[in-house]
């Protein structure tokens, strides 16, 4: 997401949520699973989304050749995959507790190709990880990040850091925006995993500070240039977030809205999450700038990264035709900025 802080967002009418977003083909939810201990804690979280929206969900682990072992032993080789088969066998009777069922497949290369495979679907699909489980707890491992930069569908990443539970039960869900119909994107998800969770959505919109170039001490006139863009920054924030608040008082959930002020707005989101007790995050990988030769904006990286609670990166499609989870999602009130194509 881009922060717009001094631009006036202009639209006619507020975020329009229609079906909560989701029409059409139910997403595949795609859980990439291995056996380090945190990547089971994927599972509940993709399960939880996955019952939201009405999704499937499939966990998918991949066997990989050894590279110090040529050519293969064709005995161990089964051996492991028998291995993989009865490990993703327990795993599906121990989470499988919703409406729909769980399924699994055991793959046999490269993790970053097979995965890719499964995840080149259509752009409502999810592909979850686990981040972190490495040690570095704000590494995105080498796969994640190729399914990031090549697959057209969302992304779920769980910190390897949260709690081992069997089922989830989200209570706040934090939605950053930006004032743009991209950063609206995400909040049809937001609406209809807090409605099947009975959890409150608390809309933030981060407010950055203003600073001039150079090193040169601030004149007075300075000053109240710099005082009153940053009240007019605030206010056109205050009132664009209370219109969407608005427009989500039909939708049956408790909706709350924060002004972040005076900061970097990647670290103020940051911040957010524990100040607001929030237990998932839910964004656009594109707020104001939607810069499409890359996969994410810099927030949204960032967040992706850096935060401390599972993050739902929404990506929003270059056309809203085709069926998918969120065909509708685009504000159809709200005029896209000046200079983008969608």
């Known amino acids: 997401m881009q922060d717009n802080s001094a631009i006036e967002p202009d639209f006619d009418r507020g975020p329009q949520v229609s079906d909560n977003g989701v029409n059409g083909n139910a997403p595949q939810i795609?859980?990439?699973?291995?056996?380090?201990?945190?990547?089971?804690?994927v599972i509940p979280h993709a399960n939880a989304i996955a019952n939201a929206l009405g999704g499937e969900l499939s966990l998918v682990?991949?066997?990989?050749?050894?590279?110090?072992?040529?050519?293969?032993?064709?005995?161990?080789?089964?051996?492991?995959?028998?291995?993989?088969?009865l490990y993703m066998s327990h795993?599906?009777?121990?989470?499988?507790?919703?409406?729909?069922?769980?399924?699994?497949?055991?793959?046999?290369?490269r993790s970053a190709e097979q995965i890719g495979k499964c995840a080149a679907g259509g752009?409502?699909?999810?592909?979850?990880?686990?981040?972190?489980?490495?040690?570095?707890?704000?590494?995105?491992?080498?796969?994640?990040?190729?399914?990031?930069?090549?697959?057209?569908?969302?992304?779920?990443?769980?910190?390897?850091?949260?709690?081992?539970v069997d089922v989830v039960n989200y209570s706040r869900i934090l939605v950053p925006l930006d004032g743009s119909s991209r950063a609206e994107s995400a909040i049809p998800f937001a609406v209809?995993?807090?409605?099947q969770q009975d959890a409150e959505i608390v809309l933030v919109n981060a407010i950055p500070k203003i600073d001039f170039l150079g090193n040169a001490p601030l004149l007075v006139q300075d000053m109240e240039l710099q005082e009153q863009i940053s009240k007019r920054s605030a206010r056109l924030a205050a009132e664009y977030m209370e219109r969407t608040r608005t427009t989500l008082s039909g939708c049956d959930v408790i909706v709350h809205c924060a002004l972040l002020k005076s900061g970097d707005v990647r670290r103020l989101l940051e911040n957010a999450i524990v100040s607001h007790s929030a237990d998932l995050l839910v964004l656009s990988s594109h707020g104001q700038s939607g810069y499409s030769?890359?996969?994410?904006?810099?927030?949204?990286?960032?967040?992706?990264?850096?935060?401390?609670?599972?993050?739902?990166?929404?990506?929003?499609?270059?056309t809203t035709e085709a069926g998918h989870v969120y065909?509708?999602?685009?504000?159809?009130?709200?005029r896209l900025p000046h200079g983008t194509l969608g």
């Open 293 to 318: 030769d890359v996969q994410a904006g810099d927030v949204s990286s960032f967040i992706l990264r850096r935060a401390s609670i599972p993050v739902l990166m929404v990506r929003r499609p270059r």
């Open 192 to 195: 209809r995993i807090a409605q």
């Open 123 to 164: 752009a409502g699909d999810i592909t979850a990880f686990c981040r972190g489980g490495s040690g570095d707890q704000h590494s995105i491992g080498e796969t994640a990040r190729r399914i990031m930069e090549s697959s057209p569908g969302s992304l779920l990443l769980v910190p390897a850091t949260v709690p081992e």
């Open 30 to 41: 795609v859980a990439c699973i291995d056996t380090s201990p945190g990547s089971m804690k």
């Open 327 to 334: 065909s509708k999602a685009e504000s159809t009130g709200v």
């Open 61 to 85: 682990h991949v066997v990989e050749p050894d590279n110090s072992q040529t050519p293969y032993d064709p005995v161990e080789w089964d051996i492991r995959k028998r291995q993989a088969d």
């Open 91 to 109: 795993l599906v009777n121990r989470f499988d507790t919703g409406p729909n069922p769980i399924s699994f497949k055991v793959l046999e290369g």
